[in-house]
């Protein structure tokens, strides 16, 4: 199974992922990118980082050898890897009932009140 890997909306590399025995290998190679980069992969459920890129040559490069259940662990199904994690975009907020002003919004996981005068 092959991954495109993005930075930016352009994709920039590919994720080969292979089985192994018991084993998954996941293999990517990306285009270099000055700094520390974090190869992170996104599905359906959220994103988990799989590690650091670390330079090879002209390229970035990770090779991670993962168990079965490892590998199921992460955001399946897969739908591509990423320099930077997405972030969810957070609803609209919704007006309280008695119509007073009142909003809840939700922040960090937690729902708070706001008054409007």
């Keep these: 199974m092959s991954v495109s890997i993005v930075d930016g ?3 920039i590399g590919r994720l080969e992922i292979r ?4 084993y998954r290998v996941l293999e990517a190679r990306c285009a270099y990118r000055p700094g520390v980069q974090r190869l992170w992969l996104c599905g359906d459920s959220g994103c988990a980082c799989l ?4 330079p090879e040559g002209a390229y970035l490069t990770l090779r ?11 955001p399946q ?3 591509r890897a990423a320099l ?7 609803p609209p907020p919704q007006p309280m ?3 007073k002003g009142l909003q809840r919004i939700k922040l960090f996981g937690k729902t708070f009140v706001v008054y409007r005068t």
Excluded: I
Aim: aromatic letters at 2%; glycine letters at 12%; zero cysteines.
């Design 9 to 11: 909306g352009r994709e």
């Design 19 to 22: 089985s192994e025995g018991l």
């Design 97 to 99: 009932p008695d119509g």
């Design 84 to 90: 930077q994690p997405e972030t969810p975009k957070p």
């Design 77 to 79: 199904p897969l739908r």
């Design 64 to 74: 991670k050898r993962l168990s079965r259940s490892a590998f199921e662990a992460l």
């Design 51 to 54: 590690g650091v890129l670390a």
